[in-house]
């Protein structure tokens, strides 16, 4: 089990900044990937990116270019940058960790609330 604690939520205007913040704890040497999660309001859970062990990112086609993860694996942290937020971006943000098997290893906790609006 992985428990994993987000930060780094807010209010911004559009074309704003935010970093969201994440560590993990627990069953770290299972640990295959760290992601970024969000879901809108009466959406589904998403994924907004993820970087490997071998400092590999992906990134959701909708973020590429405006969001950047950064990930520190002696930390045990993972963060997002995003930059030029637009006001579909809003959503609770959660992170988890991933396994070999792209099993979640962590629990979904409250997330993260990123709010874009003028």
């Known amino acids: 089990q992985v428990h994993v604690v987000e930060s780094g939520g807010g209010l911004v205007q559009p074309g704003g900044s935010l970093r969201l913040s994440c560590e993990a704890s627990g069953s770290i040497g299972s640990i295959y990937a760290m992601g970024w999660y969000r879901r809108a309001p009466a959406g589904l859970r998403e994924l907004v990116a993820a970087m490997n062990n071998e400092g590999t990112p992906n990134y959701n086609d909708r973020v590429m270019g405006r969001f950047t993860i950064y990930r520190d694996n002696a930390k045990n942290t993972v963060d997002l940058q995003m930059n030029s937020l637009r006001p579909e971006d809003r959503a609770v943000y959660y992170c988890?960790?991933?396994?070999?098997?792209?099993?979640?290893?962590?629990?979904w906790g409250q997330g993260t609330q990123v709010t874009v609006s003028s």
């Open positions: 988890n960790a991933i396994d070999r098997s792209l099993q979640h290893l962590g629990s």
